[in-house]
């Protein structure tokens, strides 16, 4: 932004603070809609509040989040909140306000996080030379508005895989695969992406990111103890073996989930076997893990550094795509991608790769398309156009590769 005129920084500066006005009247929106008992946070909140009042053990206890979510939000449709027991302590520290508040505390440290995103990677994103078009791609997204909407913690993530980039670019594995590690909250995310640098060999980052990892392992324990460490396993497993249940109804909504599980579960289903779809949903998943190590691993030998950024977006989007468990707010990562894309040295020259991305962008910025794919409950279509970005940022990535010779 030094390179702007004086007067274009103040007003950048004026649509920086509309921005953030506007982002805070989405929360302030919902809350008053008397959307927030209808929303994610209450989850959250549930979690946190089982912990403020002392009952560590019962983190995990369907009947006990029950009872709260009844007795708080009116709820008779159990949010169940399947996250790990190290994050339930941000939120034990916002139950001791009602949840409204909480809620709108919440709502400002998101709209923080967002801010800091964008000063993040804006050293890492030379483009759009000017700050109006970059504000506008940070702030012009549907994912971002549900995030704030539903009060999620997709936005801590979205900082947290700036932070690994931004390690991974100034050459400390270790300490990008830390901060990796430490967005474990979303596992199912994080898992796919650290499989790809598994197989890339960098074994800094995977040290990193299992020493975070273990951090929070040890934060587990000394929250909730090893008997709610047990009633957590056993919650993942039921929620596995036994996914009809009425309890984790939200966990199966596949049309609603731009993945390859959503994808396929919704088109074969009663045509082939539940087995038999996982198992085309895990030979797909496998296939673009690891055609994506391996591309990447190829252009880990540029040696400029070129194609770092479009390969990153690539491995994110996979990771998103590939995760069993994916909502339209947790494209909210997919910023961070296309800022990637944009920003690469190989998007200034005109190409088929580039038309392909585009028009990819095109549709993950357009919101009425988020509200036609919400109307006809087939929002797992959108796992077509991530694959369609992840190729398209893989395949732009090998003009930066040198000749073979």
């Not at 549907?142 to 050459?171: D, E, I, N, Y």
């Not at 587990?220 to 929620?239: C, E, F, K, M, Q």
């Not at 020259?349 to 990819?360: F, G, N, T």
């Not at 006809?376 to 010779?405: C, D, H, N």
């Amino acid at each position: 932004m030094t390179a702007d005129h004086p007067t274009t920084r103040r007003e950048v500066r004026i649509a920086l603070a509309l921005t953030v006005v506007l982002l805070f009247a989405i929360v302030l929106l919902t809350v008053v809609l008397h959307g927030v008992h209808r929303s994610d946070f209450t989850g959250y909140y549930t979690s946190g509040l089982i912990l403020h009042q002392g009952n560590a053990p019962k983190l995990y206890d369907i009947s006990e989040q029950a009872r709260i979510q009844r007795q708080l939000f009116n709820r008779e449709d159990l949010l169940i909140n399947p996250h790990p027991p190290f994050e339930a302590i941000w939120f034990a520290a916002l139950a001791r306000y009602s949840c409204v508040r909480a809620y709108i505390l919440w709502g400002i440290i998101n709209i923080l996080l967002w801010l800091y995103f964008q000063e993040l990677l804006r050293r890492y994103t030379p483009i759009p030379q000017n700050s109006f078009h970059y504000l506008w791609l940070c702030s012009l997204f549907v994912p971002l508005w549900v995030t704030l909407m539903q009060g999620q913690t997709t936005l801590l993530l979205l900082v947290l895989f700036s932070a690994t980039f931004a390690g991974m670019k100034r050459g400390q594995d270790f300490n990008a695969g830390f901060f990796l590690g430490l967005g474990l909250f979303k596992f199912p995310i994080v898992f796919p992406f650290a499989l790809i640098c598994f197989f890339r060999s960098k074994w800094k980052l995977i040290a990193g990111c299992f020493t975070a990892g273990t951090l929070w392992g040890v934060v587990s324990v000394i929250t909730v103890g090893p008997a709610g460490l047990r009633s957590y396993a056993n919650l993942l497993l039921d929620i596995a073996r036994h996914p009809e249940r009425p309890a984790y109804a939200n966990m199966r909504a596949w049309e609603k989930m731009p993945t390859l599980k959503g994808l396929f579960t919704v088109l074969f289903a009663g045509r082939l076997a539940t087995m038999h779809i996982g198992l085309l949903v895990a030979a797909a998943s496998a296939c673009l893990v690891l055609f994506t190590a391996w591309r990447w691993r190829q252009a880990d030998h540029d040696p400029g550094g070129k194609s770092q950024g479009l390969m990153f977006a690539a491995a994110l989007t996979v990771a998103q795509v590939t995760s069993p468990h994916l909502y339209i707010h947790d494209l909210t990562l997919m910023l961070l991608a296309v800022l990637l894309v944009i920003g690469s040295p190989q998007w200034s020259v005109k190409s088929s790769q580039r038309m392909v991305l585009l028009a990819a962008i095109v549709i993950l910025y357009t919101p009425p398309i988020y509200l036609l794919l919400l109307r006809w409950q087939v929002m797992y279509t959108l796992a077509v156009v991530l694959v369609v970005f992840a190729l398209g940022a893989i395949s732009l990535a090998r003009k930066a590769e040198p000749p073979l010779t």
